[in-house]
């Protein structure tokens, strides 16, 4: 709040939605499943911290050496701290950075600071000093005074330069370091997202869409960047994993052995294999061109066996070839296809679901460019494509007229993303005021067997929006479950349907798979 901003650029949004589509009760079976693969358990947290102490040691140590400098000047003028050498000022500072939870603190030159800056530091220095007992007590002291109490020439310069630097560390550390190493369900590994964290509860959400409200109204809604990992269509359905793990793991042990033969030297190894039938799921049909790149830049980003900066060509040859021949292998393909086949549909009414909520939630939706329709992309230069804009426009033009069965019947042209797209734009223009600064937001709770399934809200009491979620669990059955309506009348403004009190969610989604409501 005290920010003169209207909120963020949308990530927080991006990671808060995608994770309704994330089955938590997967977590420990995606865990074991991700383990038993690559044959090693990895915390996420130790990935991490490795990668940023990668990253401090090679991209960016002429920072740390001006940083080092700035240190050993300012512990001579402090007589307690003349003895501590410039290699101890470097391991103890290192390992701060590598500790502290935030891209950056905002200390002033005048030592104004915010009180949650004297949290994370003082939360970075313990966490570093549990981790180095090697290193004395008073290095932490001085590095806590020289950030938080003293306030000097040394001591501003250090803590602007220092505020600097840890963004880059953690940007290239974990965004491009981290989440090309860590791979247990890669569509958590996104900008701002935390991939420790397995999935969204409704609850969770709908409280983070109160507190837009309340506090950040105008706020940007984003599912998708120039800057993301993946496409936002790409991320769902590699999501719908989490809900199969029993399924996933026993396709993995199919595909592995059966590609075994197309490993040259070892190459690619077990972690990037996994990444490898991930991005398969997410993005395919894909051309082979499209996933040689991108396979080359995880292993370029990931940093252990070839790198932007120490590129290994032999092993570069084999991770293409082993691309290669596995897409050339008809029995492998027609495998993966069926295996495929029953997540598609699933992943696509979670994508309709997402663009709903994004485009009736607290804030301001952004459209990225080409993801009007499905969006199987992956990172830059990939989603960065030429789109073709008179497609769309033709597709958009095919709608006048049409029927919910119509636009379903062209599903896979995605016509039903830009439908709910349309529709919802309309709404918002045609009543700005459900969805400005001075609405509100209130959850809506169903209730029956499938209820966790849904997700429903209400806008300034004149628009409501009901999504299903974890379509696998669901099975298509809603069972006994019910919502209950404000009292009044609603017109289904994505079927025409006009519906009142207490609704069966069969009877609801039946026509199409999302609903957005408006009051007659």
């Not at 939605?17 to 358990?41: K, R």
């Not at 994508?351 to 607290?362: F, H, N, R, V, W």
Request: hydrophobic share 40%.
């Amino acid at each position: 709040a005290s920010w003169p901003v209207a909120g963020t650029t949308g990530y927080d949004f991006l990671n808060q939605v995608g994770g309704l589509f994330v089955d938590p009760a997967g977590e420990g079976a995606m865990t074991e499943c991700y383990t038993a693969f690559i044959g090693e358990s990895v915390s996420y947290e130790e990935v991490v911290r490795q990668s940023k102490r990668a990253i401090i040691g090679s991209n960016l140590r002429s920072e740390i050496d001006i940083l080092i400098a700035l240190l050993v000047e300012a512990s001579q003028r402090h007589r307690r701290f003349r003895d501590l050498t410039r290699y101890l000022l470097r391991e103890a500072l290192c390992e701060f950075i590598v500790s502290l939870p935030v891209y950056r603190t905002y200390i002033g030159d005048a030592g104004g600071q915010r009180p949650e800056d004297a949290v994370y530091i003082d939360r970075a220095l313990a966490d570093a000093a549990k981790r180095r007992p090697d290193l004395s007590a008073s290095l932490w002291e001085f590095l806590r005074n020289i950030l938080l109490l003293w306030r000097g020439e040394q001591e501003s310069e250090f803590t602007a330069c220092l505020q600097q630097l840890t963004g880059a560390v953690m940007a290239k550390g974990v965004e491009d370091t981290a989440f090309y190493r860590y791979n247990r369900l890669i569509s958590l590994n996104e900008v701002g997202g935390d991939p420790s964290r397995f999935g969204v509860t409704p609850e969770a959400f709908h409280r983070y869409c109160i507190d837009l409200q309340q506090h950040r109204p105008e706020t940007m809604l984003t599912t998708a960047t120039h800057d993301t990992k993946r496409g936002e269509d790409t991320r769902l359905r590699i999501s719908v994993l989490s809900e199969i793990p029993r399924w996933w793991r026993e396709a993995l042990k199919r595909w592995s052995q059966g590609n075994e033969r197309y490993r040259r030297d070892g190459v690619p190894d077990r972690n990037m294999e996994y990444l490898f039938y991930q991005t398969l799921v997410g993005a395919w049909p894909i051309e082979e061109e499209r996933l040689q790149q991108y396979m080359l830049k995880a292993a370029h980003e990931a940093k252990i066996y070839t790198s932007w900066k120490t590129p290994d060509a032999a092993y570069e040859e084999a991770l293409a070839g082993f691309v290669h021949d596995v897409l050339q292998d008809e029995g492998f393909i027609a495998d993966f296809k069926a295996f495929l086949a029953p997540l598609i549909r699933p992943a696509r009414i979670s994508s309709l679901a997402q663009t709903l909520i994004k485009y009736t939630a607290p804030g301001v939706p952004d459209l990225y460019q080409g993801t009007e329709l499905w969006d199987h992309s992956l990172v830059d230069p990939d989603n960065r494509r030429p789109v073709d804009y008179d497609l769309r426009r033709r597709m958009l033009a095919d709608l006048d007229g049409f029927s919910p069965e119509d636009v379903l019947a062209r599903m896979d042209e995605g016509l039903p993303k830009l439908w709910v797209i349309r529709r919802a734009l309309e709404v918002r223009r045609r009543y700005p005021d459900l969805f400005g600064v001075d609405s509100s937001y209130r959850p809506l709770a169903a209730t029956g067997q499938k209820a966790d399934h849904v997700v429903a809200f209400c806008r300034g009491d004149g628009a409501i929006t009901v999504v299903p979620r974890l379509l696998i669990g669901l099975a298509v059955l809603w069972e006994d479950t019910v919502l209950d309506l404000p009292d009044g009348r609603w017109a289904n403004f994505l079927t025409g349907d006009e519906v009142a009190g207490r609704l069966r969610l069969d009877d609801l989604l039946r026509r199409f798979p999302v609903a957005l409501l408006v009051r007659r």
